[in-house]
């Protein structure tokens, strides 16, 4: 899978480095603990009014209960929760002004699309004649007016999911909150959906909070995302700086494909410094990440997209290697190689396939030679 970073509006929109703005949601040293077993260790973590948050991570990591402390229907074994002013922690879900939606959508299948949407307003004994303008205005948002009248079975799976979604910002909560909200859609749909909830989250200006595991479409819709794993959260930032300049080897191997190399630090000059890393290969010239020091061990990561392909030696390059050809992962638009160096390591490199198949340059066991710039990629820890 190929993960670059998604386009972003020209305004710019960066609350979390004005030090004048406060968040809208403070995690404070939060743990959470079902008995002995500990699913979140120590958080902190601020959110702010209008951002489109993503919890990022794998099964387990704690995502979810994060999202379940934050709807109310778990509660911090340490640590506070701010809402607003607001200490939430022990507040019942019904009482926040916070709405969850659920990756099983959760529609009741009696009811029609209108009536969904109207339900949680009755519920709050809202008048008549705003439960009306409210639905309308909602069935509008989610473009499903002439659908109103259905019910969910008549729908298909996006269109549910947006009933879903109408129905959660009914109410106008401060806070909306979403599950996988997009899992059980094809991938073509899922990422229409992803572009309409970016188009609806900034109509709004609301504050959303999305849990997924899918580095894809946490990188297209978030405004920031926080990498999790095992209860911590590793990395937050913008998807351009976690794709770019990961802060360590987890985030850079969880977020898309990545070439890691091991090996020794020195030569630094102000320029940058080299990394030794195999008997028989040359050093590899880093620019960046230069406050480090030499005779230190570290990880060099670059991303495949990065590494050019070429026949002949590349004599200009700031860093190269040669290999062979060892597989092919051919995606349409995209080939990977997959690259054994002479020390048997696996090196990737993409490229775009500008020419047609059968008129593809490199080929199965084709001697290659890879080079990248010396800004292409970062050291880790």
Not at 12 to 33: H, I, S, Y
Not at 349 to 362: I, K, T, V, Y
């Amino acid at each position: 899978m190929n993960i670059s970073p998604a386009k972003k509006p020209s305004t710019k929109f960066q609350p979390w480095e004005d030090p004048a703005q406060e968040p809208l949601v403070r995690f404070g040293n939060v743990t959470k603990r079902f008995g002995s077993f500990t699913a979140i260790d120590n958080v902190s973590l601020d959110i702010y009014e209008r951002e489109f948050f993503a919890l990022l991570g794998p099964s387990g990591c704690g995502k979810t209960t994060m999202m379940r402390m934050l709807a109310g229907f778990e509660t911090p074994s340490e640590g506070s929760i701010f809402l607003g002013d607001e200490d939430i922690g022990s507040v019942p879900p019904y009482k926040r002004p916070v709405n969850m939606m659920f990756q099983s959508y959760a529609l009741f299948p009696h009811m029609t699309v209108e009536a969904n949407i109207a339900f949680g307003l009755k519920q709050d004994k809202w008048p008549k004649n705003l439960i009306n303008e409210r639905v309308e205005e909602m069935l509008s948002l989610v473009q499903l007016t002439k659908f109103a009248k259905r019910k969910p079975h008549q729908l298909s799976g996006g269109q549910r999911q947006r009933v879903a979604l109408a129905r959660s910002l009914a109410k106008k909560p401060k806070l909306l909150l979403l599950d996988e909200p997009l899992g059980a859609l094809d991938k073509k749909l899922r990422e229409r959906t992803q572009f309409e909830l970016m188009d609806i989250q900034e109509k709004l200006g609301m504050t959303f909070v999305i849990v997924t595991h899918d580095q894809e479409e946490a990188m297209t819709v978030a405004s920031r995302i926080a990498v999790m794993d095992d209860g911590k959260i590793i990395q937050v930032a913008t998807p351009e700086v976690i794709y770019e300049y990961p802060n360590c080897r987890y985030v850079a191997d969880f977020i898309g494909d990545v070439n890691i190399i091991e090996g020794r630090l020195n030569s630094r000059t102000e320029q940058g410094i080299k990394l030794s890393w195999a008997e028989g290969q040359d050093d590899i010239f880093i620019a960046n990440n230069i406050d480090r020091h030499a005779d230190e061990n570290a990880c060099f990561a670059i991303r495949p997209e990065k590494v050019h392909v070429t026949r002949e030696e590349p004599m200009d390059a700031d860093n190269r290697v040669r290999g062979e050809i060892h597989d092919i992962a051919y995606v349409g638009n995209l080939s990977t190689y997959y690259v054994k160096l002479g020390n048997g390591k696996i090196f990737k490199a993409q490229e775009s396939n500008r020419r047609r198949l059968a008129n593809r340059e490199f080929t199965w066991e084709d001697k290659v030679w890879l080079s990248w710039r010396n800004t292409a990629g970062v050291l880790l820890d």
